[in-house]
């Protein structure tokens, strides 16, 4: 499974740095973006095996860019996992009904985030 395209759309760089290394030292490859609108471009032009998006971002958050991911037949189908510090149980189920494929929140544990990516990618 690994050798796979993640997509990692998130605007803080530490957390960035973070996601890309774990994946990375897994034998995934990785793409970069800090906003929605540069990630959407990304998600058209790359077509990731995965993406892995941020809710809270500049201009377009992240809910906003799922709708239009699953908009388009291009990225329809392109698994998305929200990873954000918004941990509530509401949140989460504000999240998880937007039709994202899983959750995951920040600060991330590397093992049980290691697992949720599989797990995702294997569906």
């Known amino acids: 499974m690994t050798g796979e395209l993640i997509l990692i759309i998130e605007d803080n760089e530490n957390n960035r740095i973070l996601v890309?290394?774990?994946?990375?030292?897994?034998?995934?490859?990785?793409?970069?973006?800090?906003?929605?609108?540069?990630?959407?471009?990304?998600?058209?032009?790359?077509?990731?095996?995965?993406?892995?998006?941020?809710?809270q971002l500049p201009g377009m958050n992240g809910l906003e860019a799922l709708r239009q991911l699953r908009d388009n037949p291009a990225t329809r189908s392109i698994p998305v996992i929200a990873?954000?510090?918004?941990?509530?149980?509401?949140?989460?189920?504000?999240?998880?009904?937007?039709?994202?494929?899983?959750?995951?929140?920040?600060?991330?544990?590397?093992?049980?985030?290691?697992?949720v990516v599989a797990n995702t990618l294997r569906r």
């Open 20 to 55: 890309r290394d774990v994946l990375e030292a897994s034998g995934f490859r990785t793409a970069e973006a800090q906003t929605a609108e540069e990630g959407l471009k990304l998600a058209f032009d790359l077509a990731p095996a995965l993406i892995l998006m941020d809710i």
């Open 83 to 115: 990873v954000t510090a918004s941990a509530t149980t509401q949140d989460r189920l504000h999240i998880m009904a937007a039709g994202f494929d899983a959750y995951q929140t920040k600060p991330i544990a590397v093992k049980p985030f290691l697992a």
